[in-house]
């Protein structure tokens, strides 16, 4: 079993930035892909970055990209997102997922080791 902790949500004026964490413990691979998902109230979980085991490949959501910056510490077992110039509309809870495959993928259901997410609130 793998779990998945995240941490650096908070509240957030537009504009700002905030860094979010995932700690990952238990049967960890360096080699697997991660990803970040959010799911706004009343909205399905969407995409939002998924980075290759060895940070090489990267993949951004069209909403995100040149805002955000995902990478990872594998000698940490911990991924980053790096969220700037914070819009209102990023507003959501966000989740870390983990891959058996160390191919990227945009999909929810390609995952499947979750956590539990962290509020994102950025207030206009």
């Known amino acids: 079993q793998v779990q998945l902790v995240e941490s650096g949500g908070g509240l957030v004026q537009a504009g700002g930035s905030l860094r979010l964490s995932c700690s990952a413990s238990g049967r960890t691979s360096s080699s697997s892909a991660m990803g970040w998902f959010r799911q706004a109230p009343g909205k399905e979980r969407e995409f939002v970055a998924a980075?290759?085991?060895?940070?090489?490949?990267?993949y951004y959501a069209d909403s995100v990209k040149g805002r955000f910056t995902i990478s990872r510490d594998n000698a940490r077992n911990t991924v980053y997102l790096q969220m700037n110039s914070l819009k209102p509309e990023d507003t959501a809870v966000y989740y870390c997922?983990?891959?058996?495959?160390?191919?990227?993928?945009?999909?929810?259901?390609?995952?499947?080791?979750w956590g539990q997410g962290t509020q994102v609130t950025v207030s206009s």
């Open positions: 980075v290759t085991w060895n940070g090489g490949g990267l």
């Open positions: 997922a983990r891959r058996r495959s160390s191919v990227l993928a945009t999909t929810p259901g390609e995952y499947v080791y």
